[in-house]
């Protein structure tokens, strides 16, 4: 599996959440993923994936709305790390001109991820069954989406970094290629009931360009958005606590034919990802 992007806490969630700023600064510290080898944490998620499509003038909208429960577990440690994100439950709601894709088979699925400690995902690959009409891809996909990026070193408050994921997709001989440079802030230690954590904001700019050829017509594709997201990190248990995600993507879908022309396709992707750690 390719690097995934990465599917960030607005203020108004951090205080429904009864999130309370600290006191005063925290020292200087590193932050890595080391959760207890072989312990299941268990996470609640909800995402929503809008799409907006314009065909020869007539509007196409497409909602996929899911959630479930996922159990995240570490079974290696090290530089490379392996962990088992296994599917619990989840429902899909399909709203648009594809049918709901069957989702019982996906109870009991498991994705096997390999990463670094600081959440970099090296390669993803699903196992079990994997219902028709969804495909392993996906499911790899919003596993490898799952860690947010952590810093590299010490990571005082205010600290930023920066990260560059790129992500080549083939579909039907069409090539694309997805970059996003995201920038990161480490925020002040705060509290999420009762347990000391450490905020971090992002924000990043996507670029997206490809070509191909289907059916002898050549296709190309150009587009831009942004994506902006945070995330708790819990120091005692060395894992995330929350994590939320926006991301808006507009691009543009055109059609060469040397018999009827150039058409161009308008689209627009709309999603939101939040994984919440049930304690």
Known sequence: MRKGLRLTLAPAA???????????????????????????????????????????????????????????????PGPRQLWRLGFDELTLRIQGAFPTPRTEGLRGTVVTLATTPQGVVLDAIASGIVTPGLGSQYVERAAAAFLPHLPTGAAPPGVTWTDTLTVTEVLRGVTAEVRTVVRFTVGDTAALAGRPVIPVEYRGDIEVGGSGTVDGSRISLEGSGEVRGSYLYDPAEELFALHEQEQVLESTLFLMDSDRGSVAIPSRQTLSAR????Y
């Open 14 to 76: 951090l205080a429904a959440l009864t999130l309370a700023a600290g006191a005063g600064s925290s020292p200087a510290q590193s932050m890595a993923y080391e959760p207890t080898q072989g312990e299941a944490f268990r996470y609640r998620t909800a995402t929503s994936l809008v799409v907006t499509q314009q065909v020869l003038e007539r509007e196409n909208h497409y909602t996929l709305e899911s959630s479930g429960l996922v159990r995240l577990t570490l079974l290696s």
């Open 275 to 278: 994984a919440e750690r049930l």
